[in-house]
């Protein structure tokens, strides 16, 4: 098993910038790609991000391309979400995921862990 803390999140305003941190521990030689999923009031579980085991490839959903950045350090077994130019619409529970399969993680179906969430709220 793969256990996912994320830290990090908080209240900011609009056009803010904030960082998320996730932490994995157990057996993380099975993990490959990582990421973030995002939950917003009386919405579904979004994609947001995620990067390969080397970070070479990073790929995001159109909502945040350009806005937020993905990024790993494999010997701390942490995955980072930079997120800026905030808006009150990235107002989400957000989610660390990860994936023991090689394949990309786009859709809930490809997630074989899941954090318990943090808070992240945008005022306009």
């Known amino acids: 098993q793969v256990q996912l803390v994320e830290s990090g999140g908080g209240s900011v305003q609009a056009g803010d910038s904030l960082r998320l941190s996730c932490v994995a521990s157990g057996r993380t030689f099975s993990v490959n790609h990582m990421g973030w999923f995002r939950q917003g009031p009386g919405k579904e579980r979004d994609f947001v991000a995620a990067a390969s085991w080397t970070g070479s490839l990073a790929y995001y959903s159109d909502a945040v391309k350009g806005r937020f950045t993905i990024s790993r350090d494999n010997g701390e077994n942490t995955v980072y979400l930079q997120m800026n130019s905030l808006k009150p619409e990235d107002t989400a529970v957000y989610y660390c995921?990860?994936?023991?399969?090689?394949?990309?993680?786009?859709?809930?179906?490809?997630?074989?862990?899941w954090g318990k969430g943090t808070l992240v709220t945008v005022s306009s």
């Open positions: 995921v990860a994936a023991s399969h090689t394949g990309v993680i786009r859709t809930s179906s490809g997630v074989n862990y």
